[in-house]
């Protein structure tokens, strides 16, 4: 696999954590612009210094992307700081554990609103970015069982389903924009007679291959697990 260079791009990850950031540690010096986006200040700047840290040209914009005015605020500072979007990676997910026959109307909203409005939210904001620019990538991080309501709880593979169909008709839409969206699906691993989540490493690999793939859609790890 070619080495990623993105050092003339500009990439923002919306839900970033600890795990996220370490994708940019693994492109250094070549990491570019890295905006990052959450809506826990503390935790934003504590990720902000550590990437600045390592000498990377990185800022960081506060927002809940479950709110569009909170998105739209932090996009207006984020295109005041880069004039360019070339990679927007969309980490936030909420889980849920209420069953079908139970889960209330405000749970099943807290978790769309996230996991799929939420994406909605930025995306409508992305699009007119990278459109300038001639293109761009979006990765969508979720789970490789998010669509099976049997094995997760409803509301979040009902929101999946939902920003999967959402993505589908995006896709036919952007064709010829220079646009991709590539879903990645993070599953479990196999370890001896049970499983294990997946490791940080083995999480940025996968989002790295995505990135310089750029495939409609990627699973790392299974859910085929012999249990
Ligand atoms: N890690 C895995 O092994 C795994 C496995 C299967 C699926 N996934 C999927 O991968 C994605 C990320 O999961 P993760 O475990 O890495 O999550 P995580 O560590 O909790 O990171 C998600 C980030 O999104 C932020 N966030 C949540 N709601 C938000 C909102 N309304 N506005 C702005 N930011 C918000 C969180 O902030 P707070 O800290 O304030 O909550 C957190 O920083 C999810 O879609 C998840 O379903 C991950």
Redesign the pocket.
């Known amino acids: 696999m070619e080495p990623l260079d993105f050092s003339a791009k500009t990439s923002l990850i919306?839900?970033?954590?600890a795990?996220m950031i370490e994708i940019y540690r693994s492109l250094i010096p070549k990491a570019g612009k890295a905006g990052l986006?959450?809506?826990?200040e503390k935790?934003l700047d504590q990720l902000m210094q550590r990437l600045i840290g390592w000498g990377v040209d990185a800022a960081s914009f506060r927002?809940?992307?479950?709110d569009s005015a909170s998105v739209l605020e932090a996009f207006r500072e984020f295109s005041v700081w880069s004039k360019r979007l070339d990679v927007f990676i969309y980490?936030?997910?909420?889980?849920s554990n209420e069953s079908a026959s139970e889960v209330t109307e405000s749970e099943l909203s807290r978790v769309m609103?996230?996991?799929f409005f939420?994406f909605v939210n930025c995306f409508q904001l992305v699009m007119p970015m990278m459109k300038k620019t001639g293109g761009g990538q979006a990765v969508i991080?979720?789970?490789?069982s998010?669509l099976e309501p049997e094995r997760e709880s409803v509301a979040y593979a009902a929101s999946n389903a939902s920003l999967q169909i959402y993505t589908k008709a995006l896709r036919r839409e952007l064709a010829g924009t220079g646009i991709q969206i590539t879903e990645l699906y993070?599953?479990k691993m196999q370890s001896g007679a049970g499983w294990r989540?997946?490791t940080c490493e083995e999480?940025v690999a996968g989002v790295l291959r995505a990135l310089s793939t750029v495939p409609d859609r990627l699973t790392i790890g299974t859910m085929k697990l012999s249990e």
Not at 37 to 40: A, D, E, I, V, W
């Open positions: 919306a839900g970033v954590s795990d986006m959450s809506r826990n935790k927002a809940d992307v479950t980490n936030v997910g909420v889980v609103s996230a996991n939420g991080i979720s789970g490789s998010a993070l599953g989540w997946l999480i």
